[in-house]
């Protein structure tokens, strides 16, 4: 059992590093992308993943040092990958409809242009 603990040590730094390094990139694409839409994928893909990969090392950790399952990391894991898509979208549709510019070259103007026409708006 104590060789089991001290391999769990190094997966859940693993977790964690790994988990920490997707949160600064979901960080420094919020402070970095150069528009609205562009940045609201940093912080919904890159942090989701980021804590997924905490709450794994969290889970694996207290789970092996009580000799119990825990399964309040695996709640927070899933109300969070059911939130952060819906939260996204949502916000994302608002920007829409309020007009929000886009930055001239992340989108296919092609696609653009019909988007515009199937909400009946110029472009």
Request: cysteine-free; charged content about 15%; overall charge positive.
């Amino acid at each position: 059992m104590n060789n089991l603990l001290q391999y769990s040590d190094y997966l859940v730094a693993f977790l964690i590093i790994v988990g920490a390094v997707f949160m600064l990139i979901g960080s420094w694409g919020l402070v970095k992308l150069p528009d609205f839409y562009t940045r609201l994928h940093a912080p919904t893909k890159a942090s989701t993943l980021g804590m997924g990969a905490t709450l794994l090392g969290s889970l694996v950790w207290f789970s092996l040092q009580e000799q119990s399952l825990h399964i309040h990391e695996l709640v927070i894991s899933l109300f969070l990958f059911i939130t952060a898509p819906v939260s996204a979208y949502m916000v994302g549709k608002a920007a829409i409809h309020r007009h929000r510019p886009m930055v001239k070259g992340t989108a296919n103007p092609e696609e653009a242009e019909r988007a515009a026409k199937r909400l009946g708006q110029k472009h």
